[in-house]
Each structure stands twice: as structure tokens, then as C-alpha cells.
């Protein structure tokens, strides 16, 4: 699990193999079943987790009792909630997984310590945040902006791998739209 991590970061980076030794001491790996959580809507999220395989969904009930999802992960990419992270306040959200998977995990003071201890660490730690502050932008002009045709094809060029794994339903909650719009912009696109 660590060495899909390890081809991952340095893609990214330069890192020594000394630090990415320290790196790996201060890791935990996991495998986590189909439909298991790795966070509960109260609990405080106390981890940095990188998914090595599998796919998760990050989401949230309304007062109502629908489930709105805000985001998937999938192989090399990170899966947080960062308010309660950031915090270290409960949790609103919920993470779990929709297939089989593995991760990689770093406790909160131990991630700390990496990134006082590695400064390329810290850079690439920037750098992510920065991306994912784009992507985020993009997501919420998408929602405030697009049609029901458009997000669907901005979701399908976004996440390839995950657009035929997941239920519907969830495909519908990320895009904001009901389970009958995007049935029928569905069909729309495969009579052309």
C-alpha cells in the first residue's frame, strides 16, 4: 500500500529516501470493507488518508434526512474533512467507502512533525491545498452555473473510474440534481 503512496508523492516532489523513510515510519495502512466508514457525522476527523485503492464518498445529511455527497475519492487522491480537522470540532460529515479499499493514514501530531521535520513536504502540502481550493471553485461555479447536461459531462470527464461504480443516487447528490433529471439527461446522451 505505502509504495502506490511512495510512486505518488514523488511524482510530485523531491524526497530523500531517508525522509521517506520517516515518512513511512509515521503511517498506518489499512484495508477498509465495502460500505464501512472511516468517519461518523460527530466524531472529530483526526487523520491525513490517502487512498491507495478503492473509492469513498465524503457527505452530509440535510435536516430532512437526504444524504448530499460533496465528493469522491479514488486511488492517489486524499480524502478529509478538513474543518474538523483543522478544528478539532465534530464532524458534520461522513466518509465511506463504495468498494474495497486501502489507505494510507497519519495521525494529525504525527503529519505535523513530518512537516516541520521535511520542508518538501510542507511545499508539496501547499500545493495540494492550493489545487484543491481550485478544483473547489470550479465545483461550486459548476453547481451555481451549469445545466444538468453540462455537470454531467463535466462529472464524467472528472471521474471516469468512479461515474459507472457508484449508485445513481449518489451520482445525483454530487451533481445537485434528482435521480430523474439525471436519468433522463442519461438517455438523452445515449440516443446521440
Excluded at 469522491?72 to 474533512?81: A, C, P
Amino acid at each position: 500500500m505505502f509504495n502506490v503512496f511512495e510512486k505518488y508523492l514523488r511524482s510530485w516532489t523531491n524526497i530523500s529516501d531517508e525522509e521517506m523513510d520517516l515518512i513511512r515510519a509515521a503511517s498506518t495502512e489499512k484495508k477498509i470493507r465495502k460500505w464501512q466508514s472511516i468517519l461518523h457525522d460527530g466524531e472529530v476527523w483526526k487523520s491525513n488518508c490517502f487512498i491507495t485503492s478503492g473509492c469513498f464518498r465524503l457527505y452530509r445529511y440535510s435536516p430532512d434526512g437526504v444524504d448530499h455527497t460533496l465528493r469522491f475519492g479514488i486511488e492517489n487522491w486524499w480524502i478529509t474533512d478538513q474543518e474538523s480537522y483543522n478544528h478539532e470540532t465534530p464532524s458534520a460529515y461522513n466518509i465511506e467507502a463504495l468498494a474495497a479499499s486501502t489507505i494510507v493514514l497519519w495521525s494529525k501530531p504525527a503529519w505535523e512533525e513530518l512537516l516541520d521535520t521535511i520542508p518538501a513536504l510542507k511545499h508539496f502540502q501547499e500545493r495540494l491545498f492550493a489545487r484543491s481550493l481550485e478544483m473547489s471553485n470550479r465545483r461550486i461555479y459548476s453547481l451555481i452555473s451549469n445545466s444538468a447536461e453540462e455537470k454531467y459531462l463535466e462529472f464524467q470527464k472528472i471521474y471516469p473510474q468512479v461515474f459507472n461504480k457508484v449508485p445513481l443516487h449518489m451520482v445525483a447528490s454530487y451533481l445537485g440534481i434528482s435521480r430523474e433529471t439525471l436519468s433522463r439527461v442519461r438517455a438523452s446522451f445515449s440516443k446521440k
